[in-house]
Structure formats: C-alpha cells, structure tokens
C-alpha cells in the first residue's frame, strides 16, 4: 500500500511471514554456522541454506499449511477385499516429501557423500542446521525424516553384514520411487515410559524372527522398515530381555508383511504425518545386533530423537518470534505501532530470549556430537529435550496473543504452531523423564556435569573480551549450579530434578551466548541475551518489589532493532 493513502478495512490487518527468507533474517544462525563450521564446509553449504530458507518460508510454508488441513487416511483393504492397507497424503505432503528427501536428502546426509555436493558426510551441525530451517515451514514431515535417519544409524553400527547389505542400499536412496524410509516402534499399551513392561513377542520359527504383538503409538506408521523392541521367547522379564529388530513392510518376496495398520490416531498437531497403531501377527523381522542389548542399542536412537526435537523446537520458536515480530511491527492501535509499547516490547523478549537459548544450545550438542565428546553429549541432550520443548510451548502461546484475535483463527499459522509444539512434551520422554535422566543419571551415575563445567569454563576462558565482572558472574553461578546438580542426585531428591537441571540448562546457555557475542566478527548483542537470562532466570528477585534495572530498556532496544554491534557498543550494557 502507498504510503499517501490511509489504511481502510484489511489494511490494518497485521502481515504474517509467507514469503520471509528465513536464512537471510537470521543473523544469530549465521554467525552461529561461522563459528561451528569449518570455512571451506560453510561456503559449500551456503547456497543450500539460502535455498531452504527461501523454501521454508514460501513454497515449503504454502504446502504445510494445505497438508495439516487434508490429514492422511487409512485405507485397510484394497478393491478386491485384500487386506493390503495403505495410507492415501494429499499431494502437497507427497511434494514435500520430495523436497525432503530427494533435493536435500535429509536422510543420508550425515552417513554418505554426493550430498550437496560434499564428497563426506555432513558434519552434525550442518546436518540440524538444515533441519532447524526446515522446521520452520512444515514440522510433522521432520519425525519421517529423523526416524529414517536414525534407523539408518542402527542398523549401520549394530546390523550384521548381510541385513546392511539389504536395507542400506534403499534407505540411502534419492530416489522416492525405490528408496526406503525408517521408523522406530517403541510405545505398547503397558510399555511407554516403563520400556520394561513390553509385551511384544519374537519367535524364532525355522530359522526365522516372527513378532507377535501390538504396538500403541506408531508415528509414521507406513514406513518400508521399523525398528522396534520386543521380547524373544524365554528372556528375562524387563528390560534386559528385549532384542532389537528391523521389520520389512514387505518381505522379500514382494507380499505384504504380517502386521495390520489398525487405526490412524486422531491427533492433536503434526496432522501432516501418519500416526497408527499396528498388531503383529508373526510378521518376520530381523534380529540386529546382540539379542541381550536391545534397549541400549535403541537409546542411540532415542538421544539421537532428543537432540532433534531440541532443534525442532529452537526452530519452532524462532518462526513464533518471526510471527510475534510481524504482527507487532505491522500492526498500529491508539496511533503507535504495537511493537513500540513497553509491554509488547517485554513480550517479545520474553520470546526472544529462551528461543536464542534453544539455538545456542542445539548447535552447542550438535557440536558435541561431532567432536565425539560423549559425556557433554550425555548431558547436554537431555537438557536441550527438557527445557526447549518446554520454552517452546510458552513461546508460542504468546505468539498467538502477539497476533491477536487472528492468532486463534486456523487461517493463520498459530494455531498450528501451538499445537505441534505439545508433542515436544510427549516424544522421547517426558519432562520428568529427561529431568530424572538428566540428573540421577547422567550427574549422579554418570558424572557429566563435570565435563560440562569443564567445557564452560573453557568458552569463558576464550571470552576475554567480556567485561571482567560479567564474566566472573557467570563463572560464579556456574559453580553454584554445579553443585546445586550434585546436591539433589546425591541427596535423591528427585523433586527438585526439574529445578536442577533448568538451572543447568539456563547457566549453560548464558554462557555460550555470552562466549558466541565474543567471538571476532560476531554479533556482540548475543552477550545481551546472556545478560537477560543470567538477571531473569538464574538471580533471585522479590516479586514484590520488582524494579526494570537501567540496563534493561536500552538491552532491548539494541535486539529489537536488529541492527549488528560490537563488543564495545554492547559492554557498558553487561557491567
């Protein structure tokens, strides 16, 4: 609209992000990207970045939006009253799953070369870079690709020679019309959390695994291959008597497998994506690797799921933040743009500061990952599942009240994202499950956090150009954190898990903020959202007595604006 003429009727309305290029607005990812990625790897990667960026935004948002409103549908019998069940997507899911997996090919481009033109395997980091864009157009199509990408890690390190030699060739494929996609079947009706409690059976009939049983929860429910856990005749009860097997949805004669997709689930979000409930009904199956390793050979699998749900959230929150931004800044009422009032400006940090956290923390793991540091992987796993589907859900509520009455209306895209944001709570472990993981585990058995610490404390080294008492405030509640950690694993107190290991959560992210706005060339303003989770998440307040300190109006100017500064610009700000 010129801006001579005055706004009549929809011209108030706010805009939305259809048509934003989310690589190009996102200035932390790509400093983020500079800092983890060698310069070679990151020019190679570039154009692609820039490519699903453009994608997520446009074309990739167009066709998500049109999937989560026509949901599959199961059909048990073809026309000649065979029970061969298929599930019938809609075009758009179909083409997005293109997009996906064969003109990126999510799937394999951490275990093969010829991937964006790498002749290796991406390195972790620019593997949930990629993802993290994704995300921010379609979320249900990410479960099929990350469950596809951590079947083909399984059977690659724990599948015997022969079962690697017939499933890889069609997992690694390109090609949609031959390549085979992965899934893992974990959750039965005794058996969610109490993995334990699984009452699938294996039989070995002649030579041959068959599976007797049903499975409760199955995302991606027709998928070529499953991995699932189930109990081999005469194991032990438990856990320490469940196997791992790979289940073909067809057998190598071509003919359907014996298990029936019952029913698809009436879900809440991720609409797009399949999820049923399957009975086994001696469906031959695969043993993989050692039949009395079973659950510790699947956990690879389901940290592996932890650290992409992390990244779907961070990039979740980020689209809300974009959401939040545009309706603020778009929007005018009582003569100010909404984005100017004191009120909406903290709503926007509020949203701003746990999504950067989540970024920080994703690659921070991803990171982990590549350079084979399992302990701080161990650990940093669990914290980014627990806390950043947790911030994920808030962040995108106050999306929605950003927006206004609108945010509540199918037509646009909060509804969705308030409803996919919920499953982050469920998948791979609750928030009590990743919290108890985290701290009787991981701290009390493992020792982890001590790797953390050591980990932490070296980016604090490096971030000599921070103002000296800031640093040593971080510094500071790190040792406190530490040993708040210690205290309730050694103590058993597992009702303060979730507390501990928040605190663990916000120390370790305020730290790399503050440490990634030191680096040469970067974004100094990282170091305020430190700042902001170092005063609002990890300081004691009294509500009521509550005071907006000096710094803090000034600190929010600086991120809202978008405008890049240096550490000098920024520094009278973290005194």
């Excluded at 066709?63 to 065979?82: N, T």
């Excluded at 599948?159 to 019309?177: C, F, I, R, V």
């Excluded at 929860?217 to 005469?234: K, N, Q």
């Excluded at 609750?430 to 009787?440: E, H, P």
């Amino acid at each position: 609209m010129p801006l001579d003429q005055p706004r009549t009727g929809s011209d108030w309305i706010a805009p939305d992000c259809a048509g934003m290029d989310f690589h190009a607005t996102d200035h932390g990812l790509r400093d983020l990207l500079a800092i983890y990625l060698p310069a070679d790897v990151l020019d190679r990667l570039n154009p692609h970045y820039q490519r699903l960026g453009q994608l997520a935004g446009g074309r990739l948002d167009e066709l998500a939006r049109i999937a989560d409103r026509h949901q599959p549908v199961l059909h048990p019998r073809d026309r000649f009253g065979r029970d061969q069940d298929w599930i019938e997507y809609h075009p758009t899911y179909r083409e997005m799953e293109q997009i996906a997996f064969g003109d990126f090919q999510f799937h394999a481009m951490s275990h093969r070369g010829g991937v964006m033109g790498m002749d290796r395997p991406l390195p972790p980091v620019a593997k949930y870079a990629f993802q993290y864009l994704f995300v921010q157009g379609e979320f249900g199509l990410m479960c099929p690709i990350s469950v596809t990408d951590t079947s083909i890690h399984l059977i690659r390190k724990f599948g015997s020679n022969s079962l690697q030699d017939y499933l890889l060739p069609k997992m690694l494929s390109a090609d949609l019309s031959t390549m085979w996609k992965g899934t893992q079947f974990m959750t039965e009706k005794a058996g969610g959390s109490d993995v334990g409690a699984i009452e699938t059976i294996a039989r070995n009939e002649e030579g041959v695994w068959r599976l007797y049983g049903e499975k409760w929860f199955c995302s991606h429910t027709d998928a070529d291959v499953a991995l699932m856990l189930a109990r081999p005749e005469g194991a032990p009860l438990g856990t320490k008597g469940l196997a791992l097997f790979a289940l073909p949805r067809r057998t190598k004669d071509g003919n359907r497998n014996a298990y029936r997709i019952v029913r698809l689930k009436d879900k809440l979000g991720t609409k797009s994506m399949a999820s049923g409930e399957i009975r086994l009904e001696g469906a031959e199956a695969y043993l993989v690797g050692q039949q009395d390793q079973g659950l510790k050979q699947m956990m690879e699998q389901v940290n592996l799921s932890r650290l992409s749900h992390g990244v779907r959230a961070a990039a979740m929150m980020r689209r809300c933040v974009n959401e939040a931004l545009a309706a603020a800044r778009g929007r005018t009422a009582f003569g100010q743009t909404v984005s100017d009032f004191p009120l909406m400006r903290r709503q926007l940090m509020k949203m701003l500061v746990p999504a950067e956290q989540a970024l920080s923390m994703a690659l921070c793991t991803a990171d982990a990952l590549g350079r084979g540091a399992t302990s701080e992987l161990r650990i940093l796993t669990g914290l980014l599942k627990l806390r950043a589907c947790r911030d994920n859900v808030t962040v995108a509520t106050a999306a929605m009240e950003a927006r206004g009455g609108n945010g509540y209306i199918e037509d646009w895209v909060n509804p969705r994202l308030i409803r996919d944001a919920q499953v982050g709570l469920l998948w791979e472990g609750t928030s009590n499950i990743n919290a108890l993981d985290v701290i009787t585990r991981a701290v009390g058995k493992s020792g982890a956090h001590l790797a953390l610490q050591s980990m932490l404390k070296g980016r604090l080294a490096e971030a000599a150009t921070l103002p000296a008492p800031f640093r040593a405030a971080l510094g500071g509640v790190l040792d406190r954190v530490i040993a708040l950690a210690e205290r309730v694993a050694g103590n058993g107190q597992e009702t303060l898990a979730r507390q501990a290991a928040t605190a663990l959560y916000d120390v370790s992210s305020a730290i790399l903020l503050a440490w990634e706005g030191s680096r040469p060339g970067a974004d100094a303003r990282r170091t305020l959202l430190s700042r902001f989770v170092l005063t609002h998440r990890l300081t004691a307040a009294d509500p009521l007595a509550p005071e907006e300190a000096a710094w803090e109006a000034p600190a929010t100017a600086a991120l809202l604006a978008d405008k890049r500064l240096d550490m000098d610009a920024v520094a009278g700000l973290l005194a």
